[in-house]
């Protein structure tokens, strides 16, 4: 077969197929690989569908064994075509970055870097007669080869991940889980009970089942309004016909194809205004060709577009040769060859990485914890009830039996703990929203509270996103330099002062117009001179500067680096002017102003001169400012001189000599107002900051020192910024990092548990390296002082779909309100409607007080579960129900539910931003000390004074150990019963109060919750209503009780709250003696090494 193989494709290159293998890759072995690595389904699809052909035609020829030259003829077709798929296949190999994997996480691509026409012959495709534009001869793939290149490469469509149906998810929201299972068990049971006739209480299993439904419907809908993400890539995807050469035969065939039927090797033509239809590489373009890929990255400049081959290794995602799947093109034609379809793109790879399901929250994990808990709990009361009630030497009936166990296990599950949870976080979310930060996702709201790391963006989030003119920097004498901040003195008029001479002939160029309402279109550097100049002056002499003639331009570009223009000057003669990068303008001056603005304060240029010049860029660039140096030049052409035939090099040659240096400008994306604050702030919280940029790694480390991320002074320590570079052989094979004891695995854990803990600058990154950051944060960070490693919770914010993994990726994702893409949004869990950087640290403090609220809050509610479980039990040795299933329901649903709602309105009870941060898996929400607070503390208290109640009915000891009763002892249990649920509702406004604190007294907290205090009132209302209303007490088996009997259990409130006012003084007592044992061990221990720490404690 090997043979065959070979010679098939020998027949392919006499046919005039081009059979280009990828034999750049030096090593065979990692060719080996490379193609091993690649995806065999579309080839195994044409093989196989062709051996099917093959084996039909051999069918038909009879059972006859055919000559071996027949044979061997009849099989050619097929093996041509598998060796042209193939071949095909190879094709795309080519593409790849040398050593790269295909199907690696990264976006790798060696087509910005390949010249062009190996990359053309790679590709199996023909440029036209007049070359990289394709306006004439054929051009493109063969429209023969479309059939099977299809076969192979399949349509350029992302695959969209397969969806639950939304009807399964409702049923499995509401019958699924142990919690749901435990409440449907309880109805059945009580439904049987009612069908066998041991039961006639219909109410109870009705209103369970109302709730666990509602609770169900109510998670559904919530978690329906996020799945948006997919619907917006799809969206990114182009729809319109796109022009497309090919060719049969060598004759030119101009096509218009649907994006969808584009094939790698096709050639397509682009106009402003045109979506990007696939990856492309641009052959031939108009000058000053512009793509917006704000659709990818978030950034709102567009980038210009040239066709020239980049440096090799350069990072795809940088260059301007390329063009990506979704991007638009906004200004300028282009003809561009397509290289990756579908899923192989670059917003290919994206979507990939956000199709996984996202992982549960740190809320939904300790909620389920929870949840465990408590079913173990109930099950274990449900099965000690059953015990009892068999081992009873006193008969029951088998109704009697299950109706008490039943009863036992229900009253120990919190039937209102969802709708509470998911109620609470929706009106959290809405406080939140008012502070500019919108939730999506309900179960954010307690995660941010626990977050312990920041990774932002630093472009639109920490910096504003547009560039400002900051600096001008002119000579004060030869040998130094001053800068000036204020550009309101400055005035066009003025021709002796630099600050006026250089602002004019920054805003003198024809790169920049003003649109509506004074917004600028053009070159970012060119609007920032430009918006200094309409701030200082005002549009009129703004306009007045940008309308004068010119005469002769040389436009800016990437090759001068510096832009010239030529105007009259209105003392006669021209104004010659030249702005770009500080070196080269250096370059043409002989003469420099020195001072003033006149002609007497021209000085000689020296070699002096030249090197403060240098030394001042060097600085401004050291503080993350673009440069630009500015010269000019008087001249005196004569009236009628043709400045159109000036050529370039006559103008580089009499136009760009002997000009006057007049100064730098710096420039820079400068930080918005408030985010120093900010970051300090999170600093305080406990709560790292970490930058996340694509910029140069000077850029980053300069803005993180102005906002307080890294230290403004002194040498930074290992690891502190982090480039692409270092990360490039970082990157697990997999799709996370895994601890199997390999090479790799230790490899990687070595660089990373040191990153996690010292980066805070993390600059040239790509999509799949902000995911992987995410990753190792919430691997190796959060360790503690046993040692073990329990991860980070990791907020990320981001604009661009480029941000999409790494959102979904973080314990919290935040996407831009204001300049984010719809992708990043659906991507996020909160939205920053203002843009705002502060706002993360509002909402940090939100989620910190919402989680100790919803702590509250549980603790509240579980509080009454002892009282209610212990009278299926007293029953058993003789005691009259006192707490029946539906009074149970009637605390639970009809009060506490409301009252538990109402905590997420409590205030703060101290500097929630002056705690460390706490970790869900060592401080659950649901840990020891709460069930001890619930159970053991507050429920015994609780239970006592039920009793005790109980008890004070009159009569209510004569029917102790009876089983049948008359009408009056039945009335007589009534009012004990009644006693009891009545003195439990005052036990649990006793608890709603004594939990509003942890340790603050309430003489000093009261109750500013004003919701809080009416849930309390509306208690006492309902209680009065299931007491005294006819329908009610048929309901709830309850009978009126006196003025006395109404006033006696208030008692339970007052003794309540005194003995938590004891506990409390106690616990502030403990706090106390804890700080001052631990500032004494900082004295002692910390503050000899540290002479500044001593002065701040001495102070």
């Not at 299993?205 to 948006?228: F, Y």
């Not at 976080?425 to 939730?439: D, F, T, W």
């Not at 299933?885 to 500097?911: C, F, H, M, N, R």
């Given at each position: 077969m090997a043979g065959e193989f070979e010679e098939t494709k020998a027949a392919?290159?006499?046919?005039?197929?081009?059979?280009?293998?990828?034999?750049?890759?030096?090593?065979?072995?990692?060719?080996?690989s490379r193609q091993m690595s690649m995806k065999d389904e579309p080839l195994r699809r044409v093989s196989q569908k062709y051996q099917e052909v093959e084996a039909q035609s051999q069918a038909a020829q009879g059972s006859a064994p055919p000559k071996a030259s027949k044979d061997r003829k009849s099989k050619r077709p097929a093996s041509l075509i598998i060796a042209k798929a193939e071949d095909m296949r190879q094709r795309q190999i080519m593409l790849y970055e040398t050593g790269k994997d295909p199907d690696d996480r990264d976006y790798h691509t060696s087509a910005h870097s390949t010249d062009l026409k190996t990359l053309m012959e790679s590709q199996n495709t023909k440029l036209g007669k007049d070359g990289p534009a394709c306006r004439e001869g054929s051009a493109g793939i063969e429209i023969a080869e479309a059939t099977t290149l299809r076969e192979v490469c399949g349509k350029n469509k992302i695959t969209p991940p397969q969806k639950e149906n939304i009807w399964v998810r409702l049923v499995k929201q509401i019958f699924t889980g142990i919690f749901n299972v435990l409440l449907w068990g309880t109805v059945l049971v009580e439904g049987a009970l009612i069908y066998t006739g041991?039961?006639?209480?219909?109410?109870?299993?009705?209103?369970?089942?109302?709730?666990?439904?509602?609770?169900?419907?109510?998670?559904?809908?919530?978690?329906?309004?996020?799945?948006?993400?997919?619907?917006?890539?799809?969206?990114?995807?182009?729809?319109?016909?796109?022009?497309?050469i090919r060719r049969s035969k060598n004759e030119r065939r101009e096509l218009m194809l649907d994006a969808e039927d584009l094939l790698p090797g096709d050639i397509i033509t682009l106009k402003a205004g045109d979506r990007v239809p696939a990856d492309i590489r641009i052959l031939w373009c108009t000058d000053g060709m512009e793509v917006d890929n704000a659709a990818l990255t978030g950034e709102s400049i567009p980038e210009p577009r040239d066709p020239a081959t980049c440096e090799e290794k350069s990072p795809p995602t940088q260059a301007r040769n390329l063009a990506f799947y979704g991007t638009t093109v906004v200004k300028g034609n282009a003809t561009a060859l397509v290289f990756f379809i579908g899923d192989k793109t670059f917003l290919g790879k994206i979507a990939a990485s956000i199709k996984s399901a996202r992982s549960k929250s740190t809320l939904e994990i300790q909620i389920e914890h929870f949840v465990h808990l408590i079913a173990v709990v109930a099950v274990v009361v449900g099965l000690a009830s059953l015990v009892a009630n068999l081992l009873d030497p006193k008969p029951h009936p088998i109704g009697y039996i299950i109706a008490n166990a039943a009863g036992a296990l229900f009253a120990q599950v919190p039937e209102g703990l969802i709708?509470?949870?998911?109620?609470?976080?929706?009106?959290?979310?809405?406080?939140?929203?008012?502070?500019?930060?919108?939730?999506?996702?309900?179960?954010a709201?307690?995660?941010?509270?626990?977050?312990?790391?920041?990774?932002?963006?630093?472009?639109g989030t920490l910096t504003r996103g547009d560039m400002t003119l900051g600096d001008m920097v002119h000579f004060s004498s030869p040998t130094a330099m001053e800068t000036v901040t204020d550009f309101s003195k400055t005035d066009p008029a003025d021709k002796n002062t630099l600050p006026s001479k250089m602002l004019r002939g920054g805003i003198r160029n024809n790169a920049t117009v003003i649109g509506k309402d004074n917004k600028f279109i053009g070159s970012p550097t060119e609007v920032a001179m430009m918006k200094a100049g309409l701030e200082a002056w005002g549009v009129k002499k703004v306009k007045d500067v940008m309308d004068n003639t010119t005469l002769y331009e040389i436009p800016f570009d990437s090759a001068n680096k510096y832009m010239f223009i030529a105007e009259p000057y209105n003392e006669g003669g021209q104004l010659f002017s030249l702005k770009g990068a500080p070196e080269r303008v250096a370059k043409f001056c002989k003469y420099a102003y020195v001072g003033q603005g006149g002609q007497a304060a021209i000085k000689l240029m020296t070699p002096e001169m030249q090197e403060v010049i240098a030394a001042n860029a060097k600085t401004l660039m050291g503080q993350a400012k673009r440069v630009l140096g500015i010269a000019e030049r008087r001249a005196n052409y004569p009236a009628d001189f043709h400045w159109d035939s000036a050529t370039a090099d006559f103008a580089k040659e009499n136009f760009l000599c002997d000009m006057v240096f007049i100064g730098l400008f710096g420039i820079q994306d400068p930080p918005k107002p408030g985010v120093k604050q900010a970051v300090e702030d999170c600093h305080a919280a406990g709560v790292r900051v970490i930058m996340i940029t694509g910029d140069h790694p000077d850029t980053g480390v300069a803005i993180a020192k102005e906002i307080s991320i890294i230290p403004a002074h002194g040498e930074l320590p290992p690891f502190t910024v982090i480039t692409d570079k270092e990360l490039a052989d970082k990157v697990p094979s997999g799709e996370s990092f895994v601890d199997d004891g390999s090479d790799e695995a230790n490899k990687l854990e070595a660089f990373w548990t040191q990153v996690v803990v010292h980066a805070r600058v993390f600059a040239r990154v790509t999509p799949i390296h902000k995911q992987l950051i995410v990753q190792a944060l919430q691997k190796w960070g959060g360790k503690q002082a046993d040692g073990k490693c329990y991860g980070d919770i990791v907020a990320m914010t981001g604009d661009g779909v480029n941000d999409a993994p790494a959102l979904k990726q973080a314990n919290v994702g935040v996407a831009m309100g204001i300049r984010g893409t719809e992708v990043a949004k659906d991507a996020a869990d909160i939205i920053l409607l203002d843009d705002e950087f502060s706002s993360i640290v509002h909402g940090i403090e939100q989620g910190r007080l919402s989680s100790e609220n919803l702590q509250k809050s549980i603790a509240y509610t579980l509080c009454s579960k002892v009282p209610q479980c212990m009278p299926n039990f007293m029953e058993l040795l003789g005691i009259?129900?006192?707490?029946?299933?539906?009074?149970?329901?009637?605390?639970?649903?009809?009060?506490?539910?409301?009252?538990?709602?109402?905590?997420?309105?409590?205030?703060?009870?101290?500097?929630?931003?002056?705690?460390?941060?706490?970790?869900?898996?060592?401080?659950?929400?649901?840990?020891?000390?709460?069930?001890?607070?619930?159970?053991?503390?507050?429920?015994?208290?609780?239970?006592?004074?039920?009793w005790y109640f109980y008890f004070q009915a009159p009569g209510i000891w004569n029917n102790l150990g009876k089983s049948e009763f008359t009408p009056e002892e039945a009335h007589t249990n009534k009012v004990a019963s009644t006693m009891y649920y009545y003195t439990l509702v005052v036990g649990q406004i006793a608890a709603a109060m004594a939990t509003t604190t942890y340790h603050e007294s309430l003489f000093k907290y009261l109750a500013p919750n004003g919701k809080l205090n009416i849930c309390i009132g509306m208690e006492v209302i309902f209680a009065m209503l299931i007491i005294f209303e006819p329908t009610s007490q048929g309901i709830f088996m309850t009978t009126g009780l006196t003025a006395k009997q109404l006033l006696m259990p208030w008692m339970t409130f007052v003794a309540i709250s005194c003995v938590e006012e004891i506990r409390k003084s106690f616990a502030r007592k403990a706090v106390h003696a804890r700080e001052v044992v631990l500032q004494n061990f900082f004295v002692r221990e910390v503050a000899p090494q540290n002479p500044l720490t001593q002065r701040l404690l001495d102070a």
């Open positions: 392919i290159a006499a046919e005039g197929s081009v059979s280009y293998v990828a034999d750049h890759h030096k090593n065979v072995s990692v060719r080996k041991n039961s006639d209480d219909l109410v109870t299993p009705i209103i369970l089942a109302s709730v666990v439904v509602a609770a169900g419907l109510l998670q559904w809908w919530t978690e329906l309004k996020a799945e948006n993400l997919m619907d917006a890539l799809s969206n990114m995807q182009a729809s319109a016909p796109v022009p497309t709708p509470t949870v998911t109620i609470s976080l929706m009106i959290a979310s809405q406080k939140m929203s008012l502070r500019n930060v919108l939730v999506r996702k309900l179960d709201v307690e995660t941010l509270g626990c977050v312990s790391v920041v990774c932002s963006d630093k472009t009259p129900l006192a707490l029946n299933v539906s009074q149970v329901l009637a605390i639970d649903i009809g009060t506490d539910i409301w009252t538990a709602i109402a905590y997420a309105w409590q205030p703060k009870e101290s500097a929630l931003m002056e705690r460390k941060p706490r970790h869900p898996t060592l401080e659950k929400i649901v840990n020891g000390g709460v069930l001890v607070y619930a159970y053991a503390y507050m429920g015994l208290m609780q239970m006592v004074c039920c």
